[in-house]
């Protein structure tokens, strides 16, 4: 399995621990209370990012 992989799976372990803890980093912290679609966007980037790991 290519290292990839894994580090697509640890960014999707990742992302699932962002939903459940509700904030997400980029350059600084988006709580999903408090700027909900600076969190969703973020979130959504970050998925992309890790779906990514499985096609390169």
Same mark, same amino acid.
Do not use: K, N
């Given at each position: ?19 459940? +803890?509700? +904030? ?27 779906? +990514?790991?499985?096609?390169?």
């Amino acid at each position: 399995m290519p290292w990839t992989y894994y580090l697509g799976i640890a960014l999707l372990l990742w992302v699932a621990w962002d939903l459940f +803890s509700g +904030s997400v980093w980029l350059h600084r912290e988006y709580r999903r209370a408090h700027e909900p679609l600076g969190y969703w966007m973020t979130l959504l980037l970050w998925t992309l990012v890790a779906v +990514s790991c499985f096609y390169w």
